[in-house]
C-alpha cells in the first residue's frame, strides 16, 4: 500500500474506521517486510513478549511506522518508517502502567523528573512511555524495568531481527489505547482536509 493510498483511505473513511484497520489489525508492515510467514512472526513476537512481560497475548500490539510503514503522527507528515525510527509497542497492563506512574510519583516529590510535562501529559492520557534507556534514578520500579527488558534485548534482535530502538507504551487499559489514537487520527484528518 502506498502513501497516497493511506492518505486517501484516511480522508474517505471515519475515525473508528482507521483505527480497526490500521492500529489493530494483524498485518504488520515490519514484519511483512522481513519475512514470508508474517502473520506467524507477528504471533511468535507478541507470544514471546507476552511470556517476558508476563501479560496477555491480546494485550499486545505494534503501532506506528513500523505498523503501517508510514508515520500517522500529525506532526511527523506520513514519514516512512527508517533506521533511525522507533518500534512502538503497546502493552495493556493496569498492573504495569500504575507501578511505573507510582514510580515517577514517588521521583518528582524527591527530585526534577526529566521531561515532566511529556511525562504528565501522557499519563493523562492513561499511558507511560518507556525507552530502554530512560533515566531510571535509581528508583526500583524503574531499575527492575530496565533489568526485564534488556535481559531480553539481544533475543528481539536475533530471533525477530528488531535492530531499533522499542518504545514500550504502557497503557491502562484498551479504552486508553482507543481514545489517544481516534484523537490523533482526528487531528490528521483535519490537517489533510485543511491542506486540500
Not at 52 to 58: D, I, Q
Not at 137 to 155: M, P, R, S, V
Amino acid at each position: 500500500m502506498t502513501k497516497e493510498d493511506i492518505v486517501n483511505y484516511i480522508k474517505e473513511n471515519t475515525e473508528k474506521e482507521i483505527y480497526y484497520e490500521y492500529l489493530l489489525g494483524q498485518k504488520v508492515w515490519y514484519f511483512q517486510n522481513n519475512g514470508e510467514d508474517f502473520s506467524s512472526d507477528y504471533d511468535l513476537f507478541k507470544r514471546f513478549i507476552s511470556k517476558e512481560l508476563s501479560v496477555p497475548f491480546n494485550s499486545i500490539s505494534i503501532i506506528g511506522s513500523a505498523k503501517t510503514r508510514y508515520s500517522f503522527s500529525p506532526d511527523k507528515n506520513f514519514s516512512e518508517f527508517n533506521e533511525d525510527s522507533d518500534f512502538d509497542l503497546i502493552i495493556v497492563s493496569n498492573k504495569i502502567y500504575n507501578s511505573i506512574w507510582e514510580a515517577y510519583k514517588s521521583i518528582s516529590y524527591n527530585q526534577y523528573l526529566h521531561n515532566y510535562t511529556a511525562i504528565a501529559s501522557n499519563i493523562f492520557n492513561g499511558f507511560v512511555s518507556l525507552k530502554d534507556e530512560d533515566r531510571n534514578y535509581g528508583n526500583k520500579i524503574l531499575l527492575d524495568w530496565q533489568k526485564t527488558i534488556l535481559k531480553f534485548k539481544a533475543e528481539l534482535q536475533l530471533t525477530f531481527n528488531i535492530q531499533h530502538e522499542i518504545n514500550y507504551r504502557i497503557y491502562t487499559d484498551w479504552q486508553a489505547v482507543e481514545d489517544y489514537h481516534l484523537k490523533g487520527i482526528s487531528k490528521l484528518k483535519s490537517i489533510l482536509n485543511e491542506t486540500n
